[in-house]
């Protein structure tokens, strides 16, 4: 009978002391992640209604932005994530055909001007995004709200022509500077968490970006917008027990 007794009390402890550590698991989080993430999407120029666009058409055309990020935890709730990115955004721009002329296949009445063109913009960055989580368990919601400063590595542009006998080709790139590097951005995302094993962590966040930057084809400050899916996934370092 003692033995009995004994066994259901070592039991009974055993649960106990269990449910002490998963109280314990529940309530810990990382206060130090680091991770990398990329951010497919499309991006195009926002100009105003009283630029000189007609006879154009402004397409928006697909870019990515690359992260090795650091990530910091205030709570299980708010957290502030930095680092350093790259990233491509551009757009492409096709002319009526009455703004454009054929290039004809005899020289010397060649026309210059092309069918469209694509104009790509190259970046490297420090961005500042505050995340807010939601929820309990595994998967989580997560939102974020975001800032960078960016500074305009290179871009270029490419044109497209089309001949009078139907072919279409296109020229080298032509790679353009500009005197004012910095560009600044505003973001928005909402997306889940999910936790891998103990330290691991995906997040898949849909996003919208807002860019202000000097163009160097037009000399002036010209506003992008890009609209992506982020993902990512984080390494946690330093996990708190309280």
């Avoid at 968490?193 to 966040?205: A, D, F, G, P, Q």
């Avoid at 996003?207 to 163009?215: E, G, M, P």
Wanted: proline share 3%.
């Amino acid at each position: 009978m003692r033995k009995i007794i004994f066994l259901i009390l070592f039991i009974s402890g055993s649960l106990f002391a269990q449910d002490g550590v998963l109280d314990i698991d529940k309530s810990a989080y990382h206060k130090i992640l680091i991770g990398l993430s990329v951010s497919p999407g499309y991006s195009n120029i926002i100009l105003p209604n009283s630029d000189n666009s007609k006879g154009r058409i402004y397409k928006s055309q697909f870019g990515y932005t690359f992260g090795l990020n650091f990530n910091y935890n205030f709570s299980k709730k708010i957290g502030l994530i930095t680092g350093v990115s790259w990233s491509a955004m551009g757009y492409r721009t096709d002319f009526e055909e009455q703004n454009y002329s054929k290039r004809a296949i005899v020289a010397g009445i060649r026309s210059l001007d092309p069918k469209s063109n694509k104009s790509n913009y190259y970046f490297i960055g420090i961005p500042l995004k505050a995340i807010f989580k939601m929820g309990k368990g595994k998967v989580r919601f997560v939102g974020g709200l975001g800032i960078a400063a960016s500074s305009l590595i290179k871009s270029t542009t490419k044109n497209f022509y089309e001949y009078q006998n139907g072919d279409k080709r296109e020229s080298a790139s032509s790679k353009y500077r500009t005197n004012i590097n910095l560009a600044l951005s505003s973001a928005i995302s909402f997306g889940i968490e999910t936790s891998l094993k103990n330290k691991h962590l995906i997040r898949v966040e849909p996003n919208f970006k807002l860019d202000w930057f000097a163009s160097p084809l037009t000399n002036s400050v010209t506003p992008f917008w890009t609209a992506g899916i982020n993902f990512s996934y984080y390494f946690g370092l330093k996990k708190n027990l309280n």
